[in-house]
């Protein structure tokens, strides 16, 4: 599984907007969710990741926790741990017992965390008029986003968005070869409380890691 891809956010109901019309309702809806992240204190979240092949069937599925504050956030797989204080992040890679220390790009973070795809909307990506899907069971507005440029990491990203709680639901990010990542939020917690210590690897907890820093 590949660490940059791991975890790496309407309808159309009514029929007489315009497109442009519908693609500023997209804005509006991203808009509630970006906001309702922001206003939290602290979220948590668990997740399902799989890995598709061309024909969409998945060859690689892990599950793990979120968690988030402002820019900062950790996730926790099996196989992965990643932590980021909003500057420098470290990657865990569990089975070697080895750490990976960097400076990531704002776009390497996005390709890293569901939660910074909240943001990446805002600049750098064209927003399709929403539709209306069913995620678990339940409605759901579904956004597609194509960037701008192909010199990123992505050549589309779908983001789906509850309206209940104007949270995220699911991320499909789809790479320049074809191969798409599927990020299924399962469970939601906001206003969680975590110290900024929470975003920052300990090393004395993981006694005889090899720590490599790549800055």
Known sequence: MRTR????LVSMFIFTLSPAQEVNQS?????????????????????TLSMLDLT?????????????KGNKFKLDTKTMAIW?????QWVLMKEVNEVNISQPTAQ????????ALFGIYKEGYTLSPPVTTTVNGKQAYRIDMVPTS????????????????????????????????????????????YPDSHFTFNAS??????IVDLR
Do not use: C, W
């Open 5 to 8: 891809t791991l975890l790496i």
């Open 27 to 47: 804005n509006t809806i991203l808009d509630k969710a970006y906001a309702t992240f922001e206003a939290s204190e602290g979220i948590r979240l668990t997740f």
């Open 56 to 68: 969409n069937i998945p060859i690689d599925v892990q599950s793990g926790e979120a968690y988030a």
């Open 84 to 88: 980021f204080n909003g500057e420098t």
């Open 108 to 115: 390497e973070v996005a390709s890293i965390s569901p939660l």
């Open 150 to 193: 192909n010199k990123g990491d992505f050549q589309s990203v779908s983001v789906t968005i509850d309206p209940a709680n104007h949270s995220l639901t699911r991320v499909l990010l789809t790479g320049h070869d074809g191969m798409k990542t599927r990020i299924d939020i399962t469970k939601y917690t906001a206003n969680q409380r």
């Open 205 to 210: 907890a993981y006694p005889g890691v090899e």
